[in-house]
């Protein structure tokens, strides 16, 4: 199993500019999840889909950010127009709802707005 | 406003003692408490868990102490190693609808385990 791949691991783009973030999964779990880690808020989440349906998105900042999970292998997010205060890393999850053994993390994307 | 805390930004121990990294939370809605991993350039990876209705669980040299009473947990390493340096992020799970939940993480602490 390749575990969760997230695309792609480093991103700059200039201020004003549209971001998309695309995260694959595993196999086989039904919950997927968009965190995003910064050094003042540490591991927050943004967003949450179960059965490829958003469940909570109340942690996504502003309009400018939007999530879609149009199959069950595939998932976005998408920033725009992307701002200096979006620079961050954020994490994909998936989990097959066992909270015992949680959630397994993507490598992230490493997000800089210059 | 946060739910879960990890008042120690970092932690230094030497090779073969024990580390203690500390977590308390205030929503006693929660349910089962996790601990993760994270090396730098990488996602965090799962730890341990311990259910509301324990007070201990043990993995290998992991340990994982719940005080419900005090809202407070911590996780135990022993002995410590090099290879153990690393960000521990302390997450609670609190149930969203149906048998759904999700994961709120505390801020993490540095351990830096010294030769």
């Known amino acids: 199993d390749a575990g969760v791949i997230q695309s792609p691991r480093h991103e700059v783009t200039e201020m004003g500019q549209e971001v998309t973030l695309r995260c694959k999964p595993i196999?086989?779990?039904?919950?997927l999840f968009w965190y995003r880690q910064t050094m003042m808020r540490g591991l927050e989440l943004l967003i949450y889909?179960?059965?490829?349906?958003?469940?909570?998105d109340s942690g996504m900042p502003e309009d400018r950010f939007s999530a879609k999970m149009p199959n069950a292998s595939f998932s976005t997010l998408k920033i725009q127009p992307s701002e200096p205060r979006d620079s961050a890393v954020y994490f994909c999850?998936?989990?097959?709802?066992?909270?015992?053994?949680?959630?397994?993390f993507g490598s992230g994307t490493r997000l800089t707005v210059v | 406003d946060q739910q879960v805390k990890q008042n120690s930004p970092s932690l230094s121990v030497q090779e073969g003692r024990i580390s203690i990294l500390n977590c308390d939370y205030t929503?006693?809605?929660?349910?089962?408490f996790l601990w993760y991993k994270k090396y730098p350039a990488e996602g965090p990876t799962f730890l341990i868990s311990?259910?509301?209705?324990?007070d201990k669980n043990e993995d290998g040299r992991f340990t994982v102490f719940l005080n419900k009473s005090a809202k407070h947990l911590s996780l135990h390493i022993v002995p410590s190693q090099p290879g153990d340096s690393a960000v521990y992020f302390c997450?609670?799970?609190?149930?969203?609808?149906?048998?759904?939940?999700?994961?709120?993480f505390g801020k993490g602490t540095l351990l830096t385990v010294n030769p």
């Open positions: 997450a609670a799970s609190a149930r969203v609808g149906g048998s759904n939940y999700k994961l709120t």
């Open positions: 311990i259910s509301s209705i324990k």
């Open positions: 999850a998936s989990s097959l709802g066992r909270v015992v053994y949680g959630y397994t």
């Open positions: 929503n006693s809605m929660f349910d089962y």
């Open positions: 889909f179960n059965n490829n349906v958003p469940i909570d």
């Open positions: 196999s086989g779990h039904n919950s």
